[in-house]
């Protein structure tokens, strides 16, 4: 099955901060999307991307499918940025292949 | 309008017992799909509905069942539990054709 790689693991910041966080994948997709973890477990959509650059307030995300690739961008980091983001990638069958998620921590 | 519920939030079971999870989807949404997620990993998928039918399942043994009612929601049963299933079962829905997929906010299982 498809796999799906994120980086870096873990990231800390200072408020602020910008950051870029980075999923590859092994095969060609017909849908990505990120999300963020909140501290109770809710998934929360951030960006529904499989190709193309989409902005929504201080995040961006930029997906360039012929490579492989997904970039979410985080622009003057605020602590209730902080968390566990997540890329997955569905390729056939509406099933969602997760990566293991860069965890966020932004300090005030 | 309302999102993805999901009941109970919280479970406790015994080894053994046998649990029963329910999810509700998005209003306009037909596909309901459920994975597991241990702690400190990404969610794996367990399997999705969609008409009443199961139409893909992941790696996971038949103790894992599912239902999905004329409404469109939909359970997730697991029988004779094990320490291993304890993690947090997210429930996901979405509109067959058009694949952006939401998803409640969980039910955390312990096994004890």
């Known amino acids: 099955g498809i796999q799906v790689e994120q980086s870096p693991p873990d990231l800390i910041l200072q408020e602020g901060a910008n950051s870029t966080l980075r999923c590859n994948f092994s095969d060609s997709v017909n849908n990505l999307q990120w999300f963020h973890q909140n501290p109770w477990g809710q998934l929360i959509n951030l960006f529904y991307?499989?190709?193309g650059t989409k902005q929504n307030g201080r995040l961006s995300a930029t997906t360039v499918a012929t490579e492989r690739y997904s970039l979410l961008y985080i622009s003057s980091s605020q602590t209730t940025d902080s968390g566990v983001y997540f890329c997955a990638v569905e390729s056939s069958g509406s099933r969602l292949t997760f990566g293991e998620g860069t965890q966020l921590t932004v300090n005030p | 309008d309302a999102g993805v519920t999901q009941s109970p939030t919280h479970l406790i079971k015994t080894r053994g017992q046998q649990v029963t999870l329910r999810c509700s989807p998005k209003?306009?949404?037909?596909?309901v799909s459920w994975y597991q997620q241990a702690l400190g990993q990404g969610p794996q998928f367990i399997f999705q509905?969609?008409?009443?039918?199961?139409?893909q399942r992941g790696n996971f043994p038949d103790r894992f069942s599912g239902h999905q009612f004329p409404n469109y929601s939909s359970e997730l049963n697991v029988n004779a539990l094990l320490l291993g299933d304890s993690a947090l079962y997210l429930c996901a829905s979405s509109l067959i054709g058009a694949t952006e997929a939401f998803f409640g906010q969980g039910t955390r299982l312990t096994v004890v």
């Open positions: 991307i499989p190709s």
């Open positions: 209003s306009g949404h037909d596909t």
């Open positions: 509905y969609y008409e009443e039918e199961e139409r």
